[in-house]
């Protein structure tokens, strides 16, 4: 016992020796390098960590684990993600260190040009060329710096490096990752505490960390896709974690399955953008498609007609086919299906992939090929429509859900359509807004469903819960925050975001899609007050025994909904449109400005939200009438509009029954097997014939020879 | 060597290669056939001796030598392969050799 003790702390000091060697040592280094080569070396660092941690646990974790209080495995995996979080944002502040000095210095020649009276015209001209200048160095105007870089496939012209593109949006994109997923990550040490399976748990949390930075960080469309497929494997992992659950291992199955619709047309679309443009790195896409010249490109771009709306051309395929490869990830409609079932995973990785970040991947895809799909009309209201329409069909839906989880599922679907809603209209820096915001307040949300079905041991549906706000006063508080900020409180951060995202829609010149957002806008409102409602006040409807359990969660838990919290409340107060404005495609408004739209927002949601709650609270028997009243369109919600058992049709009607029916019964039986089946009969009936000239008589076989020598001699002397 | 004495002796060459070809298909003695078979390259040395006669060259009887050569071969061969068969199937029936009937 006292050995094991001993043995204990020289670890630990061991492992604070080695750790204060490696930051003093590892920080020397750093400070010694300039500052262009920091970020780049800092971008590694910050995209290598997770996946270090993932290594020491998938090859340690068996050491680990002897540990009896297991805690290493989670520390581990926390200490790697809060680390790579301090990092991106040691860089951030250097990047925009350096971006306000080059900015300076062109702001500098402009005032130079100025004062020697050069017209502005040409000052333009000019200062572009400086900006050209600053672009050879790594960095240029729209603020991007590409890592150095490493041949990663060559063949005949296909060039692809494996390099990291940062710059704003990935800047923005990676703090995001790292932030919340830090929080995340601490959250789910006390969530986990009890699960034996933890290391397995958080190597894949990192494993997934590090997918999602390779996703955001990678500066060409390959490298991007790797990203792509490994966070999928990792969402498809965490899905499955209680793997011998056989509903998990089926939800699993169905989100990777999904996924690969939505990835077939991805990879198609990389394809084609090659195809068409000569390139495959996301700077050159930019670009390209922006302007900029590129010497190959560049004409390549020149030679495609404009494509304008309802027109169909290269750009628009492109467009599509990278767009429907998002819709795979981020759950837009039709193959949204498998978010909702998503939820069988633990609740902190359905906070941190299938809420905050993997499913933001297809939003944050449309926005950094902005240049390209504005350039893509047809595409692009596309984008719009099928945003909109996943943010109206999943709204509903959440207002007859039960599960706690699943209401907030279909609420992150939704939110995902504001954001594809907001990229078809033009105003991606207002999704990037909105994707930020929201990374905070339904991270905030699962993390505080998880502390409820924590607190209730397991339990998750809204049924049997109820007044649970006085037992724990900071879960309900903290919960409240991220309800309010979603359903569109004013000066919360849900109500800037959508706002921008309202006002992008008007300013377009859409005016009918902007009313039907304000329909999901208010949806939102209805459905987050009635889960309030139903699981904090009111009535406990659970058993006895799970009264007696409820416990608020650990002081671990506690603190990352906390800090989120006070994301929710305050993220709206970070400019985002307005800083990764210069990354993106700048949108095309008119001017047409409604002053009625904000104090119309805002009188819906305060009027949902009231009307729910009085609905909830005061008369909560009128529900069951109201349901009895529309018990058709409760009916058709219930049945999620259907999406399940039109795909339950396809796929067993039109996929296995058309493939038995044709492919296997006629095809496969009738024309291959019967091709190869009936050369072997052919085959078989020659020899059977053939084999009779086998006598096995050898004077037989003499006199044949004979007679042939004769009748060649013959043919030879006569002939 | 006249036209006569040439013709007589193709003649007899003919006769004795005839009768070793029909010794060959009719006789179902190994040993009779394989004797059957020398008389036919018998023939065929007579043949090439009375035309190298009749041609005034040596070339002929050249080809006689190697004829003989290969008979010496071809029976020593033979006879192995009879002794091998009767000792394996106790038989020196030809109609017997009939494994690879189809």
Sequence with gaps: MAAGRTERWVNALVACVLTTVAVVGGGRVLLSLDREALIQVLGWMVLLLPLAGFAVLAFFGGWLKRDREELGAGVIACAAVTVA????????????????ELTGS????????????????????????????????????????????????????LRVAFSLLIDRLSLLMMLVVTGVGALIHIYSLGYMAHDPERVRYFSYLNLFTFFMLLLVMSGSLPLLFVGWEGVGLCSYLLIGFWFKRPSAAAAGLKAFLVNRIGDAALIVG?????????????????????????????????????????????????????????????????????????????????????????????????????????KAPT????????????????????????????????????????????????????????????????????????????ALGGEQDMRRMGGLWRRLPWTFWTFVAGAAAIAGLPLLSGYMSKEAILAGTL??????????????????????????????????????????????????????LI??????????????????GPTLATPVASEAHAVWLTPLAIVLALAAIVATAYLYLEFVEVVPRLRARFAVVVRVLEAKWGFDLAFDWLVRRVVVGGSTALLWRRVDAGLIDAAVNGSAHLVDVLAERTRALQTGLVRQYALVLFGGTVVLLAYLVWR | MSAEMLQHALYLSLALFAIGALGVFLRRNVITVLMCIELMLNAANLAFVVFSRAWGSLSGQVFVFFVLTVAAAEAAVGLAIVIAWQRHRDTLDVDAFDSMKG
């Design chain 1, 270 to 374: 990389i394809i084609l953008a090659f195809h068409v443009l000569g390139t495959v790195e996301l700077v050159h896409l930019m670009d390209a498609t922006r302007g900029v010249e590129h010497p190959g490109i560049t004409e390549q771009v020149a030679g495609l007609a404009p494509e304008t709306l309802g027109g169909f051309g290269p750009l628009t395929a492109i467009a599509l086919l990278l767009f429907v490869g998002a819709c795979g990830k981020s759950a837009q409609v039709p193959l949204h299906v498998w978010l909702p079932d998503a939820m069988e995973g633990p609740t902190p990785v359905s906070a941190l992939i299938h809420a905050a970040t993997m499913v933001t991947a297809g939003v944050y895809l449309v926005a950094r090929l902005s240049p390209l799909f504005v």
């Design chain 1, 379 to 454: 595409a692009l209201m596309t984008v719009a429509v099928v945003g909109l329409l996943t943010a109206l069909l999943a709204g509903t839906v959440a207002l007859v859900q039960t599960d706690i989880k699943r209401v907030l599922a279909y609420s992150t679907v939704s939110q995902l359509g504001f954001m594809f809603l907001a990229c078809g209209v033009g105003f991606f820096g207002a999704a990037m807004f909105h994707l930020f915001t929201h990374a905070f307040f339904k991270a905030l949300l699962f993390l505080g469903s998880g502390a409820v079905i924590h």
């Design chain 1, 507 to 560: 300013a377009a010149g859409h005016p009918w899609l902007t009313g039907w957002a304000l329909v999901a806008a208010a949806l939102t409102a209805l459905y987050m007050t009635r889960l309030v409602c139903l699981t904090f006040f009111g009535l406990f409807r659970g058993s006895a025994e799970a009264r007696d359990h409820v416990h608020e969660p650990p002081w671990v838990m506690r603190v990352p």
């Design chain 1, 106 to 157: 062109v702001a500098q020649h402009g005032a130079y040009l100025k004062a020697q009276g050069v017209s502005a015209a040409a000052r333009d001209e000019i200062l572009t060329k400086v900006g050209r200048t600053l672009e050879l160095t790594p960095y240029f105007p729209s603020g991007s710096a590409v890592s150095a870089s490493v041949d990663w496939i060559r063949v005949g012209p």
């Design chain 1, 85 to 100: 979080f301090g990092l991106a944002a040691w860089m951030t502040v250097k990047f925009a260190t350096i971006e306000g």
């Design chain 1, 563 to 580: 800090l989120l919290a006070v994301g929710a409340l305050g993220a709206g107060y970070v400019g985002v449109p307005r800083l990764v």
